[in-house]
């Protein structure tokens, strides 16, 4: 199993970025998708989900209504739409699977390597 995640970089507060999660070598649609955050000297934090074979979605409360999360199974790959971005945002960002949605980072399976978000003026 591989995570892959992408389109992390630089931008002004207010805007919007997507982040990708390709997925591969799994052998079914049983798991989900978790998507953390790692801001400097802090803790990495959850910050989103959704399960790969019914779509259903949760998000932290510091994100609601500014992130959303999707798939596109055809793709095997998992998106983050991040719109009203915050400097607050800044962080590395990781996907993660497991087999169920779940803020701890002891249950998620696997990991994909982290993409850096910047957000300033």
């Known amino acids: 199993v591989q995570l892959q995640a992408s389109g992390g970089g630089l931008v002004q507060p207010g805007r919007s970025l997507r982040l990708s999660c390709a997925a591969s070598?799994?052998?079914?649609?049983?798991?989900?998708i978790n998507w953390f955050r790692q801001a400097p000297g802090k803790e990495r934090k959850w910050v989103s989900c959704?399960?790969?074979?019914?779509?259903?979605?949760d998000d932290a409360d510091s994100v609601k209504g500014r992130f959303t999360i999707s798939r596109d199974n055809a793709k095997n790959t998992v998106y983050l739409q991040m719109n009203s971005l915050k400097p607050e945002d800044t962080a590395v960002y990781y996907c993660?699977?497991?087999?169920?949605?779940?803020?701890?980072?002891?249950?998620?399976?696997?990991w994909g390597q982290g993409t850096l978000v910047t957000v300033s003026s």
């Open positions: 993660a699977a497991a087999f169920q949605c779940s803020a701890y980072r002891d249950y998620q399976s696997y």
């Open positions: 070598g799994f052998t079914s649609d049983d798991y989900t």
């Open positions: 959704i399960s790969i074979s019914d779509g259903s979605t």
